[in-house]
């Protein structure tokens, strides 16, 4: 494996990890609207589809402002979460399937937060504030995907507690 040597190299590296991220969580967003029980869940990880694929054209246009070629690179945390969020959907009661949904969307949203932070700050610090503003789109509609899945997480934990009572 080759050498990371300078601030931009760790910029399009990182931005390689982004676009795996985005290309990941996209694939498994679209299994979870199937396993969805919930019409209003549904609706909310079809939208997230759709600004994931904008994300993803955010991601190639850096690649090319940058002259370098959109490729994805390893993440060992997107792996994982991927891994966590199938798995768990396949153990837990149909009635649960939700809340383990919910809980991989906070899990991915605040993983993805942070890498557009990372972006950000390495754009900036390196010159490139041209790609400032496509890493803070996605970096928006993130936080905003978030705090929707924390509130959708909370209603849906009360639902399931009265449930059990």
Do not use: C, W
């Not at 990371?4 to 967003?29: D, N, P, Q």
């Not at 792996?79 to 396949?90: F, H, K, N, V, Y």
């Not at 949203?109 to 390495?122: C, D, F, G, R, V």
């Amino acid at each position: 494996m080759a050498t990371i040597e300078s601030s931009r190299e760790l910029l399009v590296h990182k931005l390689g990890a982004a676009l795996k991220m985005e290309e990941t969580t996209l694939k498994v967003l679209e299994i979870f609207s199937e396993k969805a029980s919930d019409s209003n869940l549904q609706l909310r990880l079809e939208q997230q589809q759709r600004e994931k694929q904008q994300q993803i054209h955010n991601l190639h246009r850096a690649f090319q402002a940058l002259g370098e070629e959109g490729e994805a690179r390893p993440s060992l945390i997107v792996d994982a979460l991927e891994e966590e969020g199938t798995r768990m959907i396949e153990r837990v009661d149909d009635g649960l399937v939700d809340s383990v949904i919910l809980d991989g969307v906070i899990e991915a949203a605040s993983h993805e937060i942070a890498t557009y932070n990372e972006l950000i700050i390495k754009a900036e610090t390196i010159d490139q504030e041209d790609l400032v503003p496509l890493f803070q789109e996605n970096l928006e509609q993130k936080e905003q995907a978030l705090d929707e899945a924390l509130k959708t997480a909370e209603q849906v934990s009360y639902q399931l507690a009265k449930q059990s009572l």
